[in-house]
């Protein structure tokens, strides 16, 4: 038996709920809403992204399934498709993204703490040269390998972000 937290509720902790709030009232985004709040479909849609739905219908039946966890997840019921997908076309775009500006800023503090004594054994830009692979992505990769000393192991990343630099994308 669990007696710990899942990883949805530590992951929603990191969540700055009060700045969320906030940030909802500046742009009026429950304005009018009876079912699900903008609060509420982030939650929704985090927990989706989690456990990688691939669509409406996949997230409701999820749910469903899932009906004695809602409670844990901050929800009273399960959201309907058609909520769901009323909710995700008429909030206003603007509300996540300033939760994402925030949470980003607070990853940030929260990798400053941390210090970053990773060594750099190589940077490459890679391409993919399997027929399909490259036929279905042909754009250039990036492929850094780093030396971490604490556990003493020799890390690879690939990522198709080249605009960041190394440390970064090693500490992301």
């Given at each position: ?105 607070r ?14 054994i ?16 042909p ?34």
């Open positions: 038996m669990n007696v710990g937290k899942t990883l949805f509720a530590q992951v929603m902790e990191f969540v700055p709920w009060k700045t969320f709030g906030r940030i909802i009232q500046r742009h009026r985004g429950d304005a009018g809403v009876r079912t699900l709040g903008c609060a509420d479909l982030f939650r929704v849609m985090a927990f989706a992204q989690l456990t990688w739905r691939e669509s409406l219908l996949d997230i409701e039946v999820y749910l469903a399934a899932n009906r004695t966890k809602l409670f844990h997840m901050g929800l009273k019921k399960v959201p309907a498709r058609s909520t769901l997908s009323d909710a995700l076309n008429l909030r206003d775009w603007r509300i996540y993204h300033a939760l994402a500006m925030r949470l980003i800023t990853a940030r503090e929260l990798y400053a703490k941390e210090s970053l004594d990773i060594g750099v190589c940077d490459q830009t890679i391409a993919m040269n399997g027929f399909y692979v490259a036929k279905d992505y754009k250039h990769l990036r492929r850094s390998r780093f030396k971490d000393p604490v556990p003493g192991k020799a890390l690879v990343f690939l990522t198709n972000n080249t605009a960041l630099p190394l440390l970064t994308n090693a500490a992301l």
